[in-house]
Nanobody, 117 residues
Framework: QVQLVESGGGLVQAGGSLRLSCAAS????????MGWFRRAPGKERDFVAQ????????YYSDSVKGRFTISRDAAKNLVYLQMNSLKPEDTAVYYC??????????WGQGTQVTVSS
């Protein structure tokens, strides 16, 4: 069973940076995609970014493209989300996720990111 644990959230001023980490245990080759999602207050959970473990290919939502970078450390089974030029609208609970085949099937507990104006 895949277990995901996020860390690195916090409070930051607009224009600042944060780096989120996701520790993935129990991950196998069937969990090829790792990603980040977020849920803002009163809104649905939205896709942020993903990385394919086997190829290092990445994909971003339009709202974060050019500001956020997803990466992985294969040796440590860690996935990162580097967030730069943060905006108040980036305020949300950020979730790490992993696929099983083509489905986002495994989720972390979430970490709060708050961007003040």
């Amino acid at each position: 069973q895949v277990q995901l644990v996020e860390s690195g959230g916090g409070l930051v001023q607009a224009g600042g940076s944060l780096r989120l980490s996701c520790a993935a245990s129990g991950r196998t080759s069937i969990n090829d995609y790792m990603g980040w999602f977020r849920r803002a207050p009163g809104k649905e959970r939205d896709f942020v970014a993903q990385i394919r473990w086997s190829t290092d290919d990445t994909y971003y939502s339009d709202s974060v493209k050019g500001r956020f970078t997803i990466s992985r450390d294969a040796a440590k089974n860690l996935v990162y989300l580097q967030m730069n030029s943060l905006k108040p609208e980036d305020t949300a609970v950020y979730y790490c996720a992993a696929t099983r085949a083509t489905i986002w099937a495994h989720w972390g507990q979430g970490t709060q990111v708050t961007v003040s104006s």
